[in-house]
Structure formats: structure tokens, C-alpha cells
């Protein structure tokens, strides 16, 4: 049953509502902390008042100081915006000046503040303290998207945009939930979410921490739910910790899950269910696979529920009552404070600055969703029988000779062949093409053999599979392919 959400519950009070708190933990690599003591108390201490009506930049180094404020603040504050821990330092002001910031939470002294705003301090240190909270405002939450070509977007949520996927949990069996991610990034943030409003308690990773410690820790808290990114979970399997947990559900979200990958963790993990799921900051969580296979049957376009799809151009379009309120317009020329935004419907905004309406700005955001009101997503689908298969984004095309490459179907098939761990398919500039397409291979690490017989063993699989400008021109093996803090593989886009 879907869990209801009112205009007026903040987080703190669903967690409040929530019975069996005392045996419910939410840790990280530092320390953990009891929700019925997060239920009964303040980690922001008697300045918590202090933030009422505010925006509130959440700047904190750990997750679990931002989740302890972002669970005081929802309900105090009029805006949180959510600042991961990789956001580059230079698009900070505008961040801070398109969304209006005027305090910043962190767990640190700051030696240099980044603009003249107030600062509070937040650590796991739990107080009791009683504040009214009888009145909650309805909090927007600002989430950044990734910005890895540019300043980062900065999307709005409610929290009933957030929750509206989330399941009252029927099992009488514990659960202790864990994800890769971030949870000041959108999949992360629903993991956070989940464990909040269904009162489990949540294991939280670290930038800090290799994966295997992470893994060591993640089954010594024994943890039963787990969620990551295919590229997550492909460094986990090459970890030799990852038997150190025994997950009943393992879910994949963010980028495109092929079936090696769901195969091979069906195969280490036989006793979970192994699911992934579409969702993406704008357009929210959109749907969830089940039955182990790469794609989605083509019945599910349409309406299920409360999620509407349709294919357009070859791009899936969502609608649904999970995504994003609007976008917050940038218009920080000097770094000025605007108020100003892109409503749902795509109609001009208007720009305050000390109740002058104005125009013109620096730059703004595309509107959020088409007259229809729906999201383009801009990843594109192939439609193979009665399934959909993601090809990959609309802007990762490669361009050989006139004719598109999307690196993610080339990947696919590489990832297939049995000495191979991950790989990476990108662009070599070509005079006579304009660009080739090569690929950096992870292998097992029991592969063996001559290197140069494998490299044709892999690209003789290629040329089986795919037309001929989509296979490799060569194979790199590699130790290790880079993420992002993401969790995504980092590309560099043709």
C-alpha cells in the first residue's frame, strides 16, 4: 500500500509516527545513531529555530550528519538544498545565488567561507530539545544534477514528489537497507527516503572507504536490501569482499543494466531478487523490472498506475506525480540573489530582485516538461519483439562516418563475453571518419591467455553481434575504468 503524504507531515513527524524506533540504526563508517533518539531530539541544538523559513544549504562531508539535518529541517526550513560532497567548489556561488541560500549547515569550520551567509554547525551529537514543530511548511528540496559539463541544475521536489513510490512495508522481517550512492543524489536520496518513512534502519557508504571495507561493514551490519549502479555493483563483484554480504534484494538504477551484469549477480546472490529500475532527478522513479532481464516489456508504455509513458522520437517521456515541481532558473550574473524559477508548465519566468520584476537573465534552463507535460528523459529505446531496450543518451552518440554509435550498445556486447569484467566504449578523432570507435576492457581477474589472441576473441564476438562501423577499431585493457561520485562511469562525450 502506498504511503500517504499530507501537504503539512514533515519527515520528523512520519519518523515520530513510526513504532519500533528503539531498534532502528542509521551508521556510517564514523558512527550510527538510534532514530528513536533522532525522534526525541535536535543535532542542530537550540539554533534550530534560528532556521525557520530559511533556504539552507546542506554542505556537510557526511552523509549521516546530512541525513540527521535533512530529517530536522524538512518542515523548519522553506527550501534545503542538498550539496553533494563532489559539487566542484567554483559553482558554488551560483548555486548558493539561484537558490537563494542565506545558511549554510556543515559539519566543519570553514577557513574560507564561500560567499557571506551564516554558517551553523551539525554533528551526530544528538541533544533532546523541544521546539515547535505543531505548524510544518511544506520544504522544498533542491537537488543538484550531476554538472559534469557545466554549472549543475538545480531541480525542485516536495517531499510528496519524492515519496510518492514508496511502499508501506507488509514484511514482519527486519530489513536493514544500504546503497552506494550518495544520498544527497537523487537515487541515493530515495534509499534515505525509504528507510526514513518505513522506520528501517540504513547503512550508509563513504567516499572515504574502499568498497570492500564497505562490503565488510555492509554484512556485518547485516544488511537485506541494497541498491547501486550497474558500475557500483560491477566494482563490487571484482571485490573479493563481495560474499561478506547476503542481500535478499539487490537493485540496480542509473544507468543501463544489461543482462550481464543481472546475470551475474543472480548467479552470487541466488537467494535475492535482483531488480533494476529506471528513474533520473527530473523525471523521478518511474518504473522497477522484476523478471531478470535487461529492458522492460513494451506493455508497460502506457499508463501503469500513476506513472504515464510514452516513446517519441525514439526518447522516453514520463509523467507522473514524481516529477520534479520545476527547475530554479540561474540568473547569477555577480553572484546576485534571485528568486526565480520555470513552473511545470514551461511558461516564462519571472525574475525578483527586491520586488522589481526583471528580464534577461544570464542564462536559463530549458523548461522541465513539454506542453504535454511530460519529461523527455532523453534516453533513447530500441524496441527488439515485445521489449524495449535502452540504446543509451540521446547527447552520447558517437558519429562514425555519418552513422551514430551509442556507446552503451556497444558495451553490452562486450560485457558478454566471458573473460570480461567492464568495459568503457569512447570516441578516437579520425580524419577520414571523424571519429573511430575503441573500448577500455576490465577482465576478470582469473582471465589468462595471450592478450593479443584475446582482444580478436573479443572483437570477433563484436563482429558477430553488431553492424561493422560499431565495432571497436581496438581494445584497451585496462586495470580499472574511473566513476564519478555518482557512481556512473565517467564519459567524455563526443
Known sequence: MKMPRSNRESLWHSLRATEGLESRLFSDHKASVC???????TVLHARAEEMRGRTVLIATRDQLT??????????????????????????LPQVIAAAGVDAVVSDHESDDPIVEVEYYTCTTNIVRAGYDRSEPC????ILLTSGTTGPPKLVVHTLASLSGAIQR????????????????????????LRAVLTGTSLVLSSAEEATADFLVRAGARGVTHISGTPSHWRRALMSPAVNRIA??????????ADQAILTHLRSVYPQARVAHAFASTEAGLAFEVNDGLAGFPASMIGKQGDVEMKVEDGSLRIRSNRIAERY??????????????LDKKGTGAKFRKSGEIRASPL?????????????????????RGDRYYFAGRRDGVINVGGQKVHPEEVEAVINRHSQVRMSLVRTRKNSIMGALVVADVVLHAEANG?????????????????????????????????????????????
Open 247 to 256: 542481500p535478499e534484494y539487490v537493485r540496480l538504477s542509473g544507468e543501463i
Open 450 to 494: 595471450d592478450r593479443k589472441a584475446l582482444q580478436q576473441d573479443i572483437l570477433m564476438h563484436c563482429r558477430e553481434t553488431l553492424p561493422s562501423h560499431k565495432v571497436p577499431t581496438a581494445i584497451n585493457f585496462v586495470a580499472s575504468l574511473a566513476l564519478a561520485d555518482t557512481g556512473k562511469l565517467v564519459r567524455n562525450h563526443a
Open 66 to 91: 546530512a541525513a540527521l539535518a535533512l530529517i530536522e529541517l524538512d518542515g523548519i526550513a522553506r527550501r534545503v538544498v542538498l550539496c553533494p560532497s563532489d559539487v566542484p567548489r567554483k559553482h
Open 138 to 141: 511544506q520544504t522544498e528540496w
Open 169 to 192: 512495508r507488509e514484511s514482519t522481517s527486519p530489513v536493514i537497507w544500504s546503497t552506494f550512492y550518495d544520498i544527497r543524489r537523487y537515487g541515493g536520496l530515495l534509499i534515505f
Open 35 to 41: 532514530l528513536a533518539d533522532v525522534a526525541e531530539g
Open 328 to 341: 530554479l532558473v540561474e540568473c547569477v550574473a555577480d553572484f546576485e540573489k534571485y528568486d526565480s524559477s
Open 363 to 383: 542564462f536559463a534552463h530549458e523548461a522541465l516538461v513539454g506542453p504535454d507535460g511530460f519529461v523527455d528523459t532523453r534516453d533513447m529505446l530500441e524496441l
